[in-house]
């Protein structure tokens, strides 16, 4: 029961986080492009794009600076957190439509900064900001690598759920132990119904063998 608490806690952080940021962006693209519309004005429009960007930053350095900075913090939480809302509808073979709704509001609102003329600084900063993502990723991967060894007998390792029906449950157990690929690690599992009356299962290391 407290691996279930534990698990909607952490799933209740990323829903507040991903509400944040999806808020973030909206404040944001709206001082950007009001910004963006007021300044571009004073452009000549005859110039070709790449010289109407630089005279645009040229004439709102200060400003523009403090707005690219902005972008790439946001971008970063933005597919940081996607990655992470991914790989938690993985690992638990099912899907979360509310945040699914955040993920897409949040990669559109990034999208939205490549519409204007220094949309191609934006798609540099949105390069940079996935490297970053990716990088941040792998050691996490390789760290969680490492953790698989630390495994005591009697640990659980993974709790499925919830489900509506044992059958459900069975099939997420079935999927579990067809991908493990501990050879020296024997895994059992303990199917139950917990206080909402829905099927969990506790995935625990029965023996390690040395």
Not at 22 to 34: E, Q, T, V
Not at 93 to 105: A, C, G
Request: hydrophobic share 50%.
């Amino acid at each position: 029961m407290g691996e279930i608490a534990n698990k909607e806690s952490k799933l209740g952080y990323v829903y507040l986080i991903e509400g944040i940021i999806a808020g973030a962006w909206i404040i944001y693209l709206l001082k950007f492009y009001s910004f963006y519309q007021e300044s571009y004005f004073y452009i000549d429009k005859r110039l070709s794009l790449f010289i109407q960007m630089l005279s645009f930053l040229n004439n709102n350095w200060n400003e523009v600076f403090i707005y690219f900075i902005l972008s790439f913090l946001l971008i970063t939480c933005t597919l940081f957190f996607n990655c992470l809302l991914f790989f938690i509808n993985k690992k638990e073979q099912q899907k979360h439509k509310v945040l699914s709704v955040f993920l897409y509001l949040n990669l559109l609102c990034s999208l939205f900064l490549l519409i204007n003329i220094c949309g191609f600084i934006f798609a540099t900063i949105l390069i940079l900001a996935s490297s970053l993502v990716y990088i941040i990723f792998i050691f996490s991967k390789l760290s969680s690598a490492r953790e698989k060894f630390d495994f005591e007998e009697g640990d659980v390792i993974e709790v499925k759920g919830p489900f509506e029906t044992k059958e459900e449950a069975q099939s997420a157990i079935e999927l579990f132990f067809s991908k493990w690929q501990e050879e020296k690690i024997m895994l059992d599992e303990e199917t139950y119904v917990a206080a909402d009356g829905k099927y969990y299962v506790d995935i625990y290391v029965e023996t390690i063998n040395k």
